[in-house]
């Protein structure tokens, strides 16, 4: 109801209880035959929130009253009168005592509706007193309200407060408490991180000519919208991109164009490229910057190499459904030269000292952290025993999985501490010659700040320079069944089973 100054404003007469009304109230040359058509609730709750001691409902009695009988309605209106206001002095207690902070006096707005367990999320809004400390509660369907993380507002009353949600998959909801008053809760739903890794991807050699004749969306036809299906996609550059440099003195030389490279980052998806193997470097240092610099010009993460060992071995971190996952690569495959040392640009070389102080560093930004290595024997179906030391190095030092390749055939997937490890996902955009270098796939790991929680496995074959992934739902990995990954598991062994 309008207030006497709204009134004015509007041109709307204030209403009868107004505290204009009931400073100067109306005077009638007669008693009114009925109550006051503009009476309600309102404007008697208004008049009694206001603290007056007496509020008019009707018009005041004639000048001489006693001289005059009482009518029955008038007797009957002062009844009714009474008792409507004896509910109204309850009612407005009630209200009173609800007029402080409750669900709404915040405003409150989630940065995600989708989070990973145990991810991140960051909730914006207003309406807190200023300096307010505050709240982030999260409850599951049916159960209570429990704090997920905490903050506090600025002297304007706006914030951001950010909490870590629960580290089960399902649905949620999240609000944000000062004091007794909340923001309305805003749903979100709890689901892990789909990460897909792949092998080897060459831009030149076999699939660089298919390139060249089919156009750069050819090595993605088939597996490209598995990849984009992913939250993060990974994979091995096995292969320098640049128009620079002259070809280092070695039996293979793998050096793809600018726009393969486009071709792949628009076509695939994938954002993090693990550089550290021993192609990048097939067209000297200058290439091998180009490389880099092409790849983080396209908007994705090159790990593994750079200008120097400190790039080199910084780790790359992406943040996806609230979940920091940081990526460090390594090779100890020679040539040595391809090796970062001060001063020269190159890769992150593996030994057990830089695995471990890497991995620690990556630890400290990331929730996830992914090793990537360039190792193992070439064509050996199975882990060397140099493979499995520095496996347990990254895992005991926190990394949560690790993603080997240039075995170009596909190697087990085992536990090694608190990591699974994929010793070797073979070829994947790769010319090859056999079955078993054909045999590739996608491995997706399903991620929570607690590491991997699950894994499937997309099998297919490489036909002409590319991939072919067989058509129906990915293989659900045991991953979490001890005894499986005790003994290993055999992804090309799921290839050749169907």
């Known amino acids: 109801m309008a207030t006497e100054p709204d009134a004015k404003e509007s041109g709307a007469r204030p209403g009868p209880l107004s505290p204009a009304a009931r400073r100067n109230p109306p005077a009638p040359s007669q008693p009114p035959a009925e109550l006051d058509p503009q009476w309600n609730l309102g404007d008697e709750l208004e008049g009694l929130e206001a603290g007056a001691e007496h509020v008019d409902v009707h018009a005041p009695a004639p000048p001489r009253p006693w001289e005059l009988p009482v009518p029955r309605w008038a007797a009957a209106a002062v009844s009714i009168s009474l008792v409507g206001i004896a509910v109204l002095v309850q009612l407005a207690s009630v209200l009173g005592s609800r007029s402080g902070a409750g669900e709404g006096d915040l405003s409150a707005e989630p940065s995600r509706a989708v989070v990973a367990p145990g991810g991140r999320i960051e909730l914006a809004g207003d309406g807190a007193s200023a300096g307010a400390e505050l709240v982030v509660e999260m409850r599951r369907p049916g159960g209570d309200w429990h704090a997920a993380g905490n903050g506090s507002a600025g002297e304007d009353g706006r914030f951001l407060v950010a909490g870590r949600v629960a580290s089960a998959p399902g649905e949620a909801s999240v609000r944000v408490r000062a004091g007794e008053g909340t923001s309305r809760p805003a749903a979100v739903t709890i689901r892990p991180l789909r990460l897909a890794s792949v092998g080897d991807i060459n831009l030149g050699d076999v699939p660089g000519a298919a390139i060249e004749a089919e156009g750069p ?22 292969s320098a991109v640049s128009r620079r440099g002259t070809p280092f003195p070695k039996q293979f030389n793998f050096r793809g164009t600018p726009a393969a490279l486009a071709g792949l980052r628009r076509h695939s998806g994938v954002d993090v490229l693990n550089l550290a193997n021993n192609h990048v470097g097939d067209y000297g240092p200058i290439a091998m910057l180009d490389t880099v610099r092409g790849v983080e010009r396209l908007g994705m993460r090159a790990v593994g190499a750079g200008s120097g060992p400190e790039r080199a071995l910084q780790p790359q971190v992406v943040e996806r459904l609230g979940l ?54 070439e064509k050996m179906p199975a882990e060397t025993a140099d493979q499995a030391e520095l496996a347990k190095v990254a895992a005991d030092a926190g990394a949560q999985l690790v993603i080997g ?83 290993g598991l055999t992804l090309g062994g799921l290839n050749g089973g169907g």
């Open 405 to 487: 390749a240039h075995p170009h055939v596909l190697q087990p997937l085992r536990r090694s501490g608190g990591a699974l490890v994929a010793y070797s996902l073979g070829n994947f955009v790769f010319g090859a010659h056999s079955s078993d270098t054909a045999a590739t796939g996608v491995l997706i790991t399903d991620l929570s700040a607690q590491g991997v929680t699950g894994a499937r496995w997309r099998p297919g074959t490489i036909d002409g320079g590319r991939p072919l992934l067989r058509s129906g739902p990915p293989q659900r990995l045991p991953v979490n069944d001890p005894d499986a990954m005790a003994a």
């Open 324 to 377: 920091r996952v940081g990526f460090v690569g390594f090779s100890n495959i020679l040539p040595l030269e391809f090796a970062a040392e001060p001063g020269r640009p190159g890769v992150a070389w593996a030994t057990p000292e830089t695995v471990d102080k890497a991995v620690r560093a990556a630890r400290k930004r990331a929730d996830v952290v992914v090793a990537t290595f360039h190792w193992g024997i």
């Open 217 to 238: 969306r050819y090595p993605w036809e088939s597996a490209g919208e598995a990849l984009q299906r992913a939250d993060i996609a990974f994979g091995n550059l096995e």
